[in-house]
């Protein structure tokens, strides 16, 4: 549990960055509290994802699921950074700062690929892999696919409503 929640600590305090946001969930982002820079703040995410791993090792290295746990958040970790990159390169940039709102670039496929690597892997589907690996169930058996399917209109359920 603590290892999703690192995750997630550490995507929203880069995405805070990346977007250049003010506030989260209606308090300060992290990076704007005054003894915070934006460079701590990056380190601060980069700790956060460490002890992720620290953590797993430490605590499940000799359990039988242990590589395909770390195999979960490595993935998924990769499925959100390719869903920020859809987010971040939605707005195009010009000399260094964002360009004007270009509504012609906001798609329906661009914004479920968003939603579905940018918040579903992480915030639905991850707590269910990892349930499914420590219990023993191999990534092959179809439990996955059907925890995915599940998630994933979950995850897009969440997001159209957060946003």
């Known amino acids: 549990g603590w290892q999703v929640e690192w995750l997630q600590a550490f995507f929203l305090v880069a995405d805070d960055v990346m977007d250049g946001s003010i506030t989260r969930r209606g308090a300060p982002c992290w990076y704007k509290h005054p003894h915070v820079t934006q460079d701590n703040a990056i380190n601060d995410a980069l700790f956060l994802e ?23 958040f490595i993935d998924t970790t990769f499925q959100t950074e390719v869903g920020q990159h859809i987010d971040t390169n939605g707005t195009p940039y010009a000399d260094g700062k964002r360009a004007p709102l270009d509504l012609s670039r906001f798609t329906l496929d661009r914004y479920q690929g968003c939603v579905r690597y940018k918040t579903c ?29 599940v998630c994933m209109r979950l995850g897009e359920y969440f997001q159209i409503q957060d946003d």
């Open 50 to 72: 460490i002890l992720i791993y620290k953590s797993l090792r430490r605590h499940f290295k000799s359990h039988p699921a242990y590589v395909q746990l770390l195999e979960l």
């Open 121 to 149: 892997y992480y915030s639905f589907y991850l707590s269910c892999a990892l349930a499914l690996a420590y219990c023993g169930y191999p990534p092959e058996s179809d439990l996955y696919s059907k925890a995915d399917a």
